[in-house]
Structure formats: structure tokens, C-alpha cells
């Protein structure tokens, strides 16, 4: 049985996610007496996505560059591919198949993917942190010629653990996610030459290849060493990298951190980011774009200014360049 407090958080995240806006009051109080009066969250998501208002967020300028995915598997084939893993990360839709439940709408990946260009051929692209691998399959439908994407091991998240103290509301997310295999479903349904390495960031050393462009979306809030890990991807790339992530709003160069293992990270403000950029060595580095979007879910903190200060951050769409 869920709390008021976690409807209402559920809520505001499909307005986030779904609508790519704050909640209204009237919104959020509609919503939670629906819930009251029996709803269930799935239908109100629905709802969300069935509404004229995202109707028009769909057509908007970024959703019109969506991949149409091709694969030579049947719709049925497709689905049982899909059922087969669980705790899908991205949305994909191919045929007439989705993943659901999904932990990022197309509106948002698209929104991120307004920073890689439409033709990319010939292009080498490496995917940091790549999850399911959804960017990683666009840049192949965008003619890349050779695609790397990493992941690390997922943290061992025991029973133990999420009793304990430490933990947080996006470990119960992530709780049971096997992105690896979720990436080599769909890499099988997409018949890809996308290559997939479990691999740390801070350990890309070992690899004897550079790209020509390196993502890293949504991942550097969750290092203990972002430093570190810009160090480690600039010898790996000519020319740029396109990064994504929360940002605190700050004018000043800042870094929050949350040390809530094993998620927890250094989260920055976007000068912040900026500065590591030019330190490291990059020539440009700019600010693209951002989205309202905050990170309490991954915060402990119980100091009101640090929660304001949280509950008002963005996701932040970078590109540095050399
Ligand atoms: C928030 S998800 C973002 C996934 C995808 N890049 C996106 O933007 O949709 C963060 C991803 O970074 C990965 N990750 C976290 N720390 C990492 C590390 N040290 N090295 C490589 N990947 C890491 C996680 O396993 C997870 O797949």
C-alpha cells in the first residue's frame, strides 16, 4: 500500500517524465483523489500519456528524428524477446511492440537525443554508461559505422542491503535490473553489430581504440569520481563528448555530495561541469540545453536548503569539444 507522500511523488515524476513540466496544484490534486478513489497509478499514467498535452509535447521538433526501428522478427516474436527480461530502462518500440513500465519516456530520450546528429555516418561512437542501449541503437540507425557501449557491473543490491539504512528509493528501482541482458535482446531483435563490453568508465584505459564521439547521458551524478572519469574518456575521443545529467542550479561552480552507495555521486552545477570540461583540456564546452527534472528520489539529506536546492535541479544537456 502506497503512502499520500508516494502517490503524489509518482504523480509529479509523470509530469516530469511524461509531460517534461512541473506539476500545476490543481494537477497533482486531481490526480492524488483519483488515486483516493481507487485508480490505480498504471491507469493515471495512462491518462498522462492518452492527454492532448502530450499529444503535442509528441510532435514537438525533437520526437519527429524518433528511430522507426526495423527488425525481421514477427510482433509476437518481438513480445516474447521483451517478456523474456524485466526492469526495462528505455522505451522502444518496434513494430507494433513496446517495452513498458519503462524507466524513460521517448520524449525524454529524444529531448537527450537532440544533441546527436541526424547523419553520423562513418562515425565511431562510444556509450558510457549505456543501460538497455537505446542511444547506442539510434546512432547505428544514424549510419555509425562502429558503436561501443559499457556498462558497468550492476551493484549486487542484497536483501540485506535494501533493509538496511543506506538505502534509497532508486535502489528499489534498480533492484533486479539485468541491463546486459536487456542489451542483448534487443540486439538480437534489431539484428545490430552494436559491441557491448561490461566495463567501470574509470577503466576505459584498457581499451586501445578512440571514437570519434563518446556519450555519457546520465551517468557522471552517479560516480564517486567524475573527475576521474572525464580524465579517463578525454584521451578516448577526437572530438567530442555529449554529455547529459542533473545539474544543481548555481551560478557558482559547485558539487553536492550525496554519498548514498552505491548510487550516490558528486552532483554539479552546470559551471561546475563546465569548468571540469575546460580543465581536462577541452577547447569548448557548452551548456545546450536543460530540463526540469529534480533528483530528491536519490537524496537522504535532511537539510532544507540542500533539499530546495535539489528539488529545484535540472538535467543539463552539454557538448565539450576539442
Ligand atoms: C541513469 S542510467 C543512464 C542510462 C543511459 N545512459 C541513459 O541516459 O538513459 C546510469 C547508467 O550508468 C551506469 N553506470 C554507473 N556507474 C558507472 C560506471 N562507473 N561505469 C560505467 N557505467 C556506470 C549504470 O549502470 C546505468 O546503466
Same mark, same amino acid.
Given at each position: 500500500m502506497m503512502s499520500q507522500e508516494q502517490i503524489k511523488k509518482k504523480i509529479i515524476e509523470y509530469y516530469r517524465t511524461i509531460l517534461c513540466r512541473e506539476p500545476d496544484k490543481d494537477g497533482i490534486e486531481y490526480y492524488v483523489k483519483m488515486a483516493n478513489n481507487g485508480a490505480s497509478l498504471d491507469n493515471i499514467k495512462e491518462l498522462f500519456l492518452e492527454s492532448s498535452e502530450y499529444s503535442i509535447l509528441k510532435s514537438t521538433k525533437f520526437l519527429k528524428h524518433a528511430p522507426s526501428f526495423k527488425t525481421s522478427f514477427s510482433d509476437d516474436e518481438v513480445q516474447k524477446m521483451f517478456d523474456s527480461v524485466d526492469g526495462w530502462y528505455h522505451y522502444f518500440k518496434i513494430g507494433n511492440v513496446e517495452t513498458t513500465n519503462t524507466r524513460t519516456t521517448m520524449n525524454y530520450?529524444?529531448?537527450?537525443?537532440?544533441?546527436?546528429?541526424?547523419?553520423?555516418?562513418?562515425?565511431?561512437?562510444?556509450?558510457?554508461?549505456?543501460?538497455?542501449?537505446?542511444?547506442?541503437?539510434?546512432?547505428?540507425?544514424?549510419?555509425?559505422?562502429?558503436?561501443?557501449?559499457?556498462?558497468?557491473?550492476?551493484?549486487?543490491?542484497?536483501?540485506?542491503?535494501?533493509?538496511?539504512?543506506?538505502?534509497?528509493?532508486?535502489?528499489?528501482?534498480?533492484?533486479?535490473?539485468?541491463?546486459?541482458?536487456?542489451?542483448?535482446? !534487443?540486439?538480437? @531483435?534489431?539484428?545490430?553489430?552494436?559491441?557491448? #563490453?561490461?566495463?567501470?568508465?574509470?577503466? =576505459? /584505459?584498457?581499451?586501445?581504440?578512440?571514437?570519434?564521439?563518446?556519450?555519457?547521458?546520465?551517468?557522471?551524478?552517479?560516480?564517486?569520481?567524475?573527475?576521474?572519469?572525464?580524465?579517463?574518456?578525454?584521451?578516448?575521443?577526437?572530438?567530442?563528448?555529449?554529455?547529459?545529467?542533473h545539474i544543481i542550479e548555481s551560478k557558482d561552480p559547485i558539487m553536492y555530495l550525496n554519498d548514498n552507495k552505491p548510487h550516490g555521486g558528486w552532483f554539479a552545477s552546470s559551471?561546475? !561541469?563546465?569548468? @571540469?570540461?575546460?580543465?581536462?583540456?577541452?577547447? #569548448?564546452?557548452?551548456?545546450?540545453?536543460? =530540463? /526540469?527534472?529534480?533528483?530528491?528520489?536519490?537524496?537522504?539529506t535532511t537539510d532544507p536548503d540542500m533539499k530546495d536546492l535539489l528539488n529545484k535541479s535540472k538535467i543539463g544537456l552539454f557538448k565539450f569539444s576539442k
Open positions: 530520450q529524444m529531448w537527450v537525443s537532440q544533441i546527436i546528429p541526424t547523419d553520423l555516418n562513418g562515425m565511431k561512437i562510444l556509450d558510457i554508461g549505456a543501460n538497455d542501449g537505446f542511444y547506442s541503437f539510434l546512432c547505428e540507425s544514424r549510419g555509425a559505422k562502429r558503436i561501443l557501449a559499457i556498462d558497468r557491473n550492476q551493484p549486487e543490491l542484497t536483501d540485506t542491503y535494501l533493509k538496511g539504512e543506506n538505502v534509497c528509493q532508486y535502489d528499489t528501482i534498480l533492484k533486479n535490473k539485468r541491463q546486459e541482458e536487456r542489451f542483448q535482446v !534487443l540486439k538480437k @531483435i534489431l539484428n545490430s553489430k552494436v559491441d557491448y #563490453k561490461v566495463m567501470n568508465v574509470y577503466n =576505459l /584505459d584498457s581499451i586501445n581504440e578512440t571514437f570519434d564521439t563518446a556519450l555519457f547521458f546520465g551517468v557522471y551524478y552517479h560516480l564517486e569520481n567524475p573527475v576521474l572519469a572525464f580524465q579517463k574518456i578525454f584521451p578516448k575521443i577526437n572530438d567530442s563528448l555529449f554529455l547529459s545529467g559551471e561546475c !561541469l563546465l569548468q @571540469i570540461g575546460e580543465k581536462i583540456g577541452f577547447k #569548448k564546452c557548452v551548456l545546450l540545453d536543460t =530540463l /526540469d527534472m529534480n533528483f530528491d528520489i536519490y537524496s537522504r
